[in-house]
């Protein structure tokens, strides 16, 4: 068992981004290394326990929707925006969806991005843009904020199309991870010939980081980056790989297990809360694996991110289908913005 104060340390030796509350975007501190993800982190902080029990209740913030994903925290403007997916329509079966934005205090979100297409999202590292899951076009989309121009990120992989691509995770130097289920791939062929992968973009390089998983979802990386966590849906089974410097991968080891894991975030002290389609609980596991408690928000729990004024209140998009909704939760660790 590693022990939390060595585990603060290494945190606190990969911390990057800090919040610049005159620009309302992130900037990245002078010595934080290549393989960091964007975050919140403060330096130099002890941190406690991120529960304050072993169980723990989100109270709802609204609901009604189709079918919330991917939340993620935009510090400046402060709101969070997720995607909601409707259900499947034309021949092909594709679910259109639309970006949401809910602030904080208001009683229901309201359009940010018309028929975006999307459903995992993820802060880009200059904080002025967002990356999407975008299983419209089944590929991966870069929207910026500022006006919400959609431009391709990733369209296939060495000619053929994606299945549908659902989560994504982005390092500090760019380079974007993300899951390929065929979850919102609908009618349409099935390029990849059975396969569902986990991908890597460097460079504009799309590369193959593991073909071997079935129905891969969540996807997050370590404070330090040196770890890529990946839930396997199909095998109610979380993964983890090494990351090295160049954001190539190695060889993937079971890190923990959870029924139906869904999408992910990570706080401050290298903390891991995986969302669960199946028993409508937030898992949270300590780096070494060892699950440190729960945290309910009804039926159907779909994803989760770390947001507010000091980056302590977790947000987790949950329910059934036509009453989904948003729920937080205050805990003891600040943590990531997707």
């Known amino acids: 068992m590693v022990s939390r104060s060595a585990l603060v340390a290494v945190v606190a030796a990969g911390l990057l981004f800090v919040a610049d509350p005159t620009a309302g975007t992130v900037a990245q501190a002078d010595d ?62 594709v679910q259109p969806s639309t970006i949401l934005r809910y602030t904080p205090g208001s009683s ?34 870069r929207y910026q904020l500022a006006n919400s121009a959609r431009e391709p ?51 504009g390089t799309v590369s193959l980081v593991d073909d071997g998983l079935r129905q891969p979802n969540g996807i997050a990386l370590s404070p330090d980056g040196s770890t890529l966590y990946v839930g396997a ?8 790989y090494p990351v090295h410097p160049d954001g190539s991968t190695g060889a993937r080891t079971p890190f923990a297990s959870v029924p139906g894991p869904d999408g992910v975030t990570i706080d401050c002290a290298g903390d891991v809360y995986w969302t669960s389609g199946a028993d409508g609980l937030v898992h949270v596991f300590d780096p070494a694996g060892a699950e440190l408690g729960t945290i309910s928000s009804g ?19 949950s329910g059934r289908t036509g009453d989904s909704g948003l729920y937080s939760v205050h805990l003891g660790v600040p943590g990531y913005p997707y």
């Open 32 to 93: 934080q290394p290549a393989g960091a993800p964007p975050g919140v982190c403060p330096a130099d902080t002890d941190y406690g326990p991120p529960l304050a029990s072993v169980t723990t209740t989100a109270a709802r913030l609204f609901g009604g929707r189709s079918f919330l994903e991917g939340p993620v925290w935009v510090a400046g403007p402060d709101h969070l925006l997720m995607s909601d997916m409707a259900a499947a329509t034309g021949p092909q079966r």
């Open 108 to 141: 229901a979100p309201e359009t940010a991005i018309a028929d975006s297409g999307s459903n995992g999202l993820a802060l880009a590292p200059d904080g002025a843009s967002i990356v999407a899951a975008t299983h419209d076009q089944r590929s991966v989309s």
């Open 153 to 203: 990120v990733a369209t296939n992989y060495q000619g053929a199309a994606f299945n549908s691509p659902n989560d994504v995770t982005i390092r500090s130097d760019g380079v974007i991870y993300f899951t390929d289920p065929n979850f919102q791939r609908g009618n349409r062929a099935d390029a990849m010939q059975g396969r569902t992968s986990v991908f890597r973009v460097s460079g």
């Open 233 to 240: 849906y199909g095998e109610n089974t979380i993964y983890r």
């Open 299 to 317: 039926t159907g729990t779909t994803n989760v991110a770390f947001g507010g004024a000091d980056r302590q209140t977790l947000f987790i998009t």
